[in-house]
C-alpha cells in the first residue's frame, strides 16, 4: 500500500453568511440550547488540487459523505483531482482542518476518502462541526473503472469508457455519452443514464425518483423495468415481450436481448429513449 503525497492546500476568502435560528421554548434545558438563536457566523471554503500518475492504475474509488461528485474523461495518462472543502457552523476553520482527504494506492486502484470531523455527541452536534462537505471534480482517461460512493450528494460523470458504478443515497445521478457496463444506485433522486450509442450491461435503481436511459435503436436489449407508483414509457416499438406488459412492469426483449437492462424505482417513471441520427434522446415530454 502506497500512501500518495498530501494535497497541497489552496485556500479560498470564506464567503460572509449570515444563520438564523427561531427561539424556541425550553425544554428540560438542553432543547432549549439547541433552540437558541445561531450566531453570526461565515462559511469557510477551501480548496485543494492535485495530479497523480497512473501508470499501473486501472481503477480509481471515491468514498465521500457530503458533497457533489463530477468525473470528467480526458486523453491525458494522469488523475486530476480537484476538492472543495466547506464548513458552516459557528467553528469553521477548526472544521476544515479536521476535515480529511485521504487519498492512498493499493495496488492497481487509488482510494479517495473523505473524513469528515467527529460531531462529539450532542454538544458535537451543536458545535457546528455537522456542517462539513467536500465536492469533487476529477479528471481521468475513459478507460479506468470508477467507483464512486456519496450519500449526501448529486453525481455527475461524462465519458466514460469503463464499468461505472455509481451510488448515492440523497441525490440525482446523471451519465452522459457512456460507452460501458454501468451500475447506479440511489434513495431520493432521479436517474438519467445516455449511452453513446447502443446500450450496455446496465442496473439502475432508485426509490423515489424517475429513470430515464437512453441509446440506439440499433441496441440489442433484454429489458426487465418496473415502477409501483409511475409510468413505463418506451420509445422502441416492437418489443418482444415475456410476461406482463402494463404500466407498472415490462419484461422481454427487443432485436436479439444481448445486453441487460434492469430498472427499477418505486415512486417516478420509466423511461427508454431511442437516440436520433445525430445521438440525441427527444425530450421527455
Known sequence: MVLLQPLPRIRVPAAAAVRAASVASLLLGLAG?????????????????????????????????????????????????????????????????????????????????????????????????????????????????????????????????????LNTVNGSVRVEQHDAALKVNTVNGSVEVGFAGTLRPAEVETVNGSVTVSCSKASSIQYELQT????????????????????????????????????ETVNGEVRLLALDEKGVAAPVR
Do not use: M
Open 228 to 263: 409501483v407508483n409511475g409510468r413505463i414509457r418506451s420509445d422502441f416499438t416492437g418489443l418482444t415481450v415475456e410476461g406482463k406488459w402494463g404500466p407498472k412492469e415490462a419484461r422481454g426483449t427487443y432485436n436479439g436481448g444481448r445486453d441487460r437492462l434492469a430498472v
Open 33 to 165: 440550547l439547541a433552540a437558541a438563536p445561531a450566531a453570526r457566523a461565515e462559511d469557510a471554503v477551501e480548496k485543494l488540487e492535485k495530479t497523480y500518475d497512473l501508470g499501473g492504475v486501472n481503477k480509481v474509488r471515491l468514498q465521500n459523505v457530503n458533497g457533489s461528485v463530477h468525473v470528467f474523461s480526458w486523453d491525458k495518462g494522469t488523475f486530476r483531482l480537484e476538492a472543495t472543502k466547506r464548513c458552516r457552523g459557528s467553528r469553521t476553520e477548526a472544521c476544515l482542518k479536521e476535515t480529511e482527504i485521504k487519498v492512498v494506492k493499493v495496488g492497481p486502484t487509488i482510494d479517495v476518502e473523505t473524513i469528515l470531523p467527529k460531531q462529539g455527541g450532542f454538544f458535537g452536534f451543536l458545535s457546528g462541526s455537522r456542517g462539513a462537505e467536500v465536492s469533487y471534480e476529477i479528471w481521468l482517461p475513459a478507460a479506468v473503472v470508477v467507483d464512486i460512493e456519496t450519500v449526501n450528494g448529486r453525481i455527475l460523470a461524462e465519458k466514460r469508457g469503463a464499468t461505472l458504478s
